[in-house]
């Protein structure tokens, strides 16, 4: 600072906001702005040498590290609770969806049944099996959304697929009979 610059007189007030923008800093923006005392001495206009004195005796330094611990685990925490509420909205939408999958799933299914009742040929199996697949879609959707872990649907797909498979045709050959006889549904 030139030292035939006139400074400014150090006010309590003026002194509180240099304070307060050393330890706090300044929201400008959509921005966090921190100043360094030179900054704040030269934007005031006051003695560097006074500024620097009051901010050793009543430890602005200590109290802005502080803060700024502070400061940031308040971020830290509205964020988790922001991500928290993005997921809430996530797995609720999530689990719509999956209820939606297995309500069209059984639709087409109970349409399949009355039109095999009516004598008309039923859905063949590739698109049954695409069904199948729809609903295990679903339910690992909707167990994702409500937390539980789907290790061990996979392994019971993997596992069972082709028995499950083996059972639907088995219980579709039934069926046919069933209607070639004349008898009602076998289930």
């Known amino acids: 600072m030139n030292s035939k610059t006139k400074t400014s007189k150090l006010t309590d007030t003026l002194k509180l ?8 800093g300044i929201d400008e923006s959509n921005e966090h702005k921190i100043y360094t005392l030179d900054a704040l001495i030269k934007k005031y206009n006051v003695a560097q040498s006074t500024i620097y004195r009051i901010a050793r005796n009543e430890q602005w330094k200590v109290q802005r590290d502080q803060f700024q611990l ?22 609720d939408n999530s689990i719509t969806l999956a209820k939606a999958l297995y309500t069209t799933v059984g639709q087409v299914m109970q349409n399949n049944n009355l039109d095999m009742q009516q004598g008309q040929k039923g859905l063949p199996p590739s698109q049954l099996n695409s069904l199948a697949n729809v609903a295990i879609t679903a339910q690992r959707l909707a167990k994702l959304a409500l937390g539980e872990a789907t290790l061990n649907i996979d392994a019971n797909i993997n596992e069972n697929t082709s028995d499950a498979f083996n059972r639907v045709m088995e219980l579709l050959d039934e069926v046919e009979e069933s209607r070639v006889r004349g008898i009602g549904p076998t289930h």
């Open 70 to 91: 502070e400061y940031t685990e308040k971020l830290d925490r509205d964020r988790i609770k922001n991500r928290s509420r993005e997921s809430i909205k996530l797995d």
């Open 17 to 24: 906001k240099i304070r307060n923008e050393f330890v706090q």
